[in-house]
């Protein structure tokens, strides 16, 4: 016989070997959970699964519902009684998983200001009023944050404008600790953002 021939013949049986191998190791055949009842997936050669396959769902729609803790962070004049301008303390807010919860969501949390019980406990907010995100970028480590010119309404003093950029950095750096840096710019204005 040709020995061109033998290596094509030896070629079809290694490759075709290959095929029912992997065929019948795979795991591929198999019972999967859909919609609370079991389907076949493949031609699974064990008999449907006797277990309620609904736990796992349970399980899924339950760390879906935790609840999770987030810091946004504001000033406290009975905690710093001296006012030392950039000293900020973190507020805890609950939401619940599901709800997807990203940074846009817990900075609006922070622009809405304080409660009327975090302001007895001597929280109060240097951000004004009707603040709006206009974008929020990341590159890399960096994150930058645009804000309406409302950022800059009353802001004018080196304290103030220290107490604002210290709760909006105190509250990024905590929801994402891998944030290494907080620019802030005002309608796509960095330079002159947030000047006293």
Known sequence: MDKKILTGILTVLVIFSSLIVIRFLSPEDNWICVDGEW???GSPSAEKPAENCLKDQ???DAVKNIEVNYAVYFSNNKLDPEA???KVFPVLISAVNSEGIDLKKILEVLLQ??????K???YYSSIPENVK?????RSGNVITIDFSKDIEKNSGGSCRVGAIRAQIY???INFDKSVRSVNI????ETEKALQP
């Open 39 to 41: 389907a076949k997936h």
């Open 58 to 60: 349970v399980l899924q």
């Open 84 to 86: 030392s301008c950039i």
């Open 113 to 118: 200001g304080v409660t009327e019980k975090e």
């Open 120 to 122: 007895a406990d001597g």
């Open 133 to 137: 995100i206009n974008s929020i970028n």
């Open 170 to 172: 105190w509250t990024v």
């Open 185 to 188: 710019s005002v309608e796509g």
